[in-house]
């Protein structure tokens, strides 16, 4: 029999020596696993035909995770589709959604455009990547990391990887209807897809989340060796790298940091813009600012010239200050007043400089515009729908014949850019578009999918690729190379915390 004492008001007890003749604990052979599952139903008040839905109802959960961390077990629902992952600085247990791979075909519309290039855009990575809306999401420059920022205050690195096309996957719904394209009324236009053997994706959990910042991160900004500077309301800069889980170095502000830059030519240094009216330059290595200019205005966006010896800065009422390098000091070269003079609403949103000619560079507005700008001159202008809203950050594709930027109307748009063409003032309106519902940011890849082989055997299914009908002629890549269009892969982020892929495999419509 067991015996019990008491100690300090506490109930010990002392080991079992022995059984009584009712355990048959260790004295007799286990049952089957039959019989054990009969008796636990039995034991249930569950009946053999009950087992199945009985056994559902009781086993809801199906994965049960030991968090050594905490020494807890959680159970998580495997229809919720998420898993914990670990803080790689605070070792904080928390969940994310993993990634949605249910493709859906997006409906791209036309304004004024007569040949409709983005035939076959489709939705295939839908990631929860953080908690409330993701402001900032930008591409290292070799297009293998993905950084997001937003406001929780957290920075994620996501890889950038290739995995098999599951082409039976891709449907024909939407605008895509039996391979046939609905387009201006005429029944007989056929949409051609092909689809590469290698697709792009974003893999479901981030390699690096790093945590420091005490309020909303506003701007990212990568290095050629994939540093990484965050800029958040918290009046800080932080400085990560790939691969170290600990920020590198902290750059204290007056004020909200707004924008940042590296230096293109020399990554120890860069650039940050913030609501006090500054724009700072900074010494990596010297851990100070080792420059500064005098913005007057809220700094909204700042962007370096391609030789590094000079930049762009833009303000919240709308004006670009343009400066260059001067025996060792910045000299304003030219402000500009960028905005419609009568609109209200008409700050600085972004700017970019053209990888093709060194002198272009796109400044984004509110007004919902995008201009370019040869030296201090317009040379083309392109705007978005009548209730487009604000045109946020736009950039310039990685083959720069089209620009992808997102309207405060949550439609992405596409246009096409040549930059050898010279429009003068007169804006262009003709663009594709799609929509998607509380969309915050939108850019393109800085890659692009290749077909692997060429050779093209069977109408229907052509080896490493498969088209449906179409009327193109650039119905196998065999016969014609694919156009710039063709590959091209947006990543949109949202007010919801998710972001989501876009993959275009259709080739052109022709118009009339």
């Known amino acids: ?95 994310l959604n993993e990634g949605k791979h249910k493709i859906k075909t997006m409906q791209v519309k036309q304004k004024k455009k007569m040949c409709k290039e983005f035939t076959g855009v489709y939705m295939r990575q839908e990631l929860k990547a953080h ?22 205050g957290v920075v994620r690195i996501w890889h950038v990887t290739s995995v098999n096309a599951p082409h039976e996957s891709f449907p024909l719904e939407g605008n895509l209807k039996e391979g046939k394209l609905s387009f201006w009324r005429k029944k007989n236009m056929h949409a051609s897809i092909i689809i590469p053997e290698k697709i792009f994706q974003i893999e479901d959990l981030p390699i690096h989340e790093f945590r420091g910042h005490g309020s909303d991160i506003l701007d990212l900004a990568w290095s050629n060796s994939n540093g990484l500077l965050s800029a958040s309301k918290d009046k800080t800069v932080r400085l990560w790298q790939v691969g170290c889980k600990h920020c590198i170095n902290v750059f204290q502000h007056r004020d909200y940091v707004t924008c940042i830059q590296f230096n293109p030519i020399d990554e120890n240094y860069f650039i940050s813009g913030s609501i006090d009216g500054k724009v700072r330059i900074w010494g990596v290595n010297e851990k100070r600012v080792v420059d500064w200019v005098d913005a007057r205005d809220v700094t909204t966006a700042v962007c370096y010239k391609p030789d590094g010896k000079g930049f762009v800065v833009g303000s919240i009422i709308g004006t670009c200050r343009f400066y260059k390098a001067s025996e060792n000091e910045m000299e304003l070269e030219a402000e500009i007043c960028v905005g419609r003079k009568k609109s209200l609403d008409k700050g600085i949103t972004g700017i970019q ?99 692997e082989d060429s050779s093209c055997a069977s109408p229907r299914r052509l080896g490493n690729c498969f088209p449906f009908r179409g009327r193109s002629s650039a119905t196998s890549p065999k016969h014609a190379s694919l156009p710039d269009s063709w590959g091209l892969v947006i990543v949109t982020a949202g007010f919801d915390g998710t972001i989501r892929t876009f993959h275009n495999y259709g080739l052109p419509l022709p118009g009339k």
């Open 1 to 95: 029999m067991m015996s019990s004492y008491m100690l300090d008001g506490d109930l010990f007890f002392d080991c079992v020596e022995c059984f009584d003749s009712e355990f048959e604990i260790g004295l007799s052979e286990p049952q089957s696993v039959k019989e054990r599952r009969e008796s636990f139903l039995s034991e249930m008040g569950l009946t053999k035909s009950d087992e199945s839905t009985g056994l559902d109802k009781i086993f809801e959960c199906d994965v049960v995770i030991s968090n050594s961390e905490e020494g807890n077990l959680v159970c998580y629902d495997a229809q919720l589709e998420e898993r914990p992952i670990v803080d790689s600085q605070s070792g904080a247990s928390k969940t």
């Open 131 to 152: 908690r409330g809306a993701i402001s900032s999401v930008k591409f290292s420059p070799d297009g293998e990391y993905l950084a997001t920022g937003g406001e929780d």
């Open 353 to 451: 400089f053209s990888c093709d000619i060194p002198g272009r560079v796109m400044i984004t507005s509110k007004d919902s515009r995008l201009r370019i700008f040869d030296g201090f001159d317009v040379v083309q202008k392109f705007k978005g729908l009548t209730k487009s809203g604000s045109q946020r950050s736009a950039c310039f594709t990685s083959t720069g014949r089209h620009i992808a930027s997102v309207g405060e109307d949550s439609h992405v748009y596409l246009w096409d850019y040549d930059p050898s063409s010279k429009h003068g003032k007169k804006s262009v309106r003709s663009c594709e578009h799609f929509f998607f519902e509380g969309i915050s940011a939108a850019i393109p890849w800085s890659g692009r999918m290749q077909m």
